[in-house]
């Protein structure tokens, strides 16, 4: 069974700083892997979609990594700015059978002015 | 506008209650998706279905059920039956099932509470 385990559960930072979130799951049967950002009380908004043949996706000041072999994604802010907090989610989609998108619990960051 | 509408955002169940709630989308898609999430936790897939008349129950099925009757509603209703409703409740959409079309676009949530 897929289990995805993200880690700090919580990160507070100083405007400005550069930081890394990550992401490790136990089944490396995967076929790609997803950042999401959440706002309190609201819905998912997508990030970043790594497909498992890449090793990494960018978009603005985020990048996202895959190490398929290993079972690990990173999640790299640079410059963070208060916009940034939220809470990040990583989920991977099943490569066989089931093609269900299992999720990590997230990890709330707070970026301080 | 296009995107996922659910409503309402907040809802209150009593004891033996069943509630109804909402997702409408106008994307043109497919498949559409129900979670719930609580705090500390992922969200846990409830049911899903990959077109319109068809759905499959995901992992905590339980106490819920469903309809997809048109392609862009997809109704959740809680039951008596679900002894532990409280929580938040996604919708969300896709293309389709299978591929890359599956990359899933969520609704602004429902927040269930038990009186």
């Known amino acids: 069974k897929q289990e995805v385990t993200q880690i700090p559960a919580a990160l507070s930072v100083p405007e400005g700083e550069n930081l890394v979130l990550n992401c490790s799951f136990t089944?490396?049967?995967?076929?790609?892997l997803q950042w999401f950002r959440q706002d309190p009380g609201k819905g998912l908004t997508s990030l970043l979609l790594?497909?498992?043949?890449?090793r990494e996706q960018t978009s603005g000041r985020l990048n996202a990594s895959l190490d398929k072999s290993s079972g690990r994604s990173t999640l790299y802010i640079a410059a963070s700015q208060p916009g940034d907090s939220a809470t990040y989610l990583c989920?991977?989609?099943?490569?066989?059978?089931?093609?269900?998108?299992?999720f990590g619990t997230g990890t709330r960051l707070l970026v301080s002015p | 506008d296009g995107g996922i509408t659910q409503s309402p955002k907040y809802l209150f169940r009593k004891e033996g209650q069943n509630v109804t709630l909402s997702c409408e989308q106008n994307?043109?898609?497919?498949?559409m998706y129900w979670y719930r999430q609580d705090p500390g936790q992922g969200l846990r897939l409830i049911y899903y279905?990959?077109?319109?008349?068809?759905?499959q129950k995901g992992d905590i099925a339980e106490g819920y059920s469903v309809s997809r009757e048109k392609k862009e509603s997809f109704p959740l209703t809680v039951t008596s039956a679900q002894k532990n409703p409280t929580a938040f409740y996604l919708c969300?959409?896709?293309?389709?099932?299978?591929?890359?079309?599956?990359?899933?676009?969520f609704g602004a949530g429902t927040r269930l509470s038990v009186l």
């Open positions: 279905s990959q077109i319109v008349n068809d759905f």
């Open positions: 089944d490396s049967a995967i076929y790609n």
């Open positions: 994307l043109n898609h497919d498949a």
């Open positions: 790594i497909q498992s043949s890449q």
């Open positions: 969300a959409s896709s293309i389709s099932w299978g591929g890359a079309k599956n990359i899933q676009y």
């Open positions: 989920a991977v989609r099943q490569d066989t059978g089931f093609q269900k998108l299992v």
